[in-house]
């Protein structure tokens, strides 16, 4: 079992909806949980962090933690054809007292006009 | 302020020759982190710097990898002799809180022929 899985997609939404984003962990003990966002061949782009059970919401960007299903989502409302990219899910274990990002592989999203 | 900024951007070396990868944090950063993406899968961590003290380095594949932190300033990251499988990209990440966001660099894409 991978540390953080997301499903790699592609994702494809219509301009204007809701784009929903999947992400699950392996170790209870995780922390803090970051979502990046990659356009192909930059650099992975810090868009949400969160760190407590709920909802977190900035503008368009909404990410949900459920610690007891090991679950992290982001929600993306009103997409955009500029948000089409790699959502990276990444999350710090804080295992052994060592600070470290494990990232899953990424969704792709297409959000076409 | 100036964002996390990598050298070169790109490394094209034969197998067996030596590449330095340069990493300068955003200023005041003390944490300063090594990761790199190769042949298309997750971003993996190599190593984490507080200051100039390697605070973790489980990640480093071999002793052919060399990371150096003088100064507690700007980072190396030597590959010495490279080998075929060292090919992918090298990102440098900086936070300001140990626990906290962590931000990327633009990496460096090393190709070893």
């Known amino acids: 079992q991978k540390e953080v899985e997301q499903n790699s997609g592609p994702l494809s939404v219509p301009e204007g909806a809701i784009a929903s984003l999947n992400c699950t962990y392996s170790?209870?003990?995780?922390?803090?949980f970051f979502w990046y966002r990659q356009y192909s061949g930059k650099s992975p782009e810090l868009i949400m962090s969160?760190?407590?059970?709920g909802d977190k919401e900035d503008g368009r960007f909404t990410a949900q933690l459920n610690k007891a299903s090991q679950y992290v989502s982001l929600l993306i409302r009103d997409s955009q054809p500029s948000d089409s990219a790699t959502y990276l899910c990444?999350?710090?274990?804080?295992?052994?007292?060592?600070?470290?990002?494990?990232f899953g592989a990424g969704t792709r999203l297409a959000v076409h006009p | 302020e100036a964002g996390v900024t990598q050298f070169p951007s790109h490394s094209v070396i034969e197998k067996g020759q030596t590449v330095t990868l340069r990493c300068d944090p955003i200023?005041?950063?003390?944490?300063l982190y090594w990761y790199r993406r190769v042949m298309g899968k997750e971003i993996k961590f190599l190593l984490h710097?507080?200051?100039?003290?390697?605070?973790?380095e489980s990640g480093m594949p071999n002793n052919r990898f060399l990371a150096e932190r003088t100064g507690g300033t700007y980072s190396t990251l030597k590959v010495q002799p490279a080998e075929l499988e060292d090919s992918g990209v090298y990102f440098c990440?900086?936070?300001?809180?140990?626990?906290?966001?962590?931000?990327f660099g633009p990496g460096t894409r090393l190709t070893v022929l």
């Open positions: 710097f507080v200051k100039e003290s390697k605070q973790d």
């Open positions: 990444a999350v710090n274990p804080f295992s052994g007292g060592y600070n470290k990002l494990i």
């Open positions: 170790d209870r003990g995780s922390q803090s």
């Open positions: 990440a900086s936070s300001q809180e140990e626990w906290g966001e962590q931000f």
């Open positions: 969160i760190y407590s059970n």
């Open positions: 200023s005041g950063h003390d944490n």
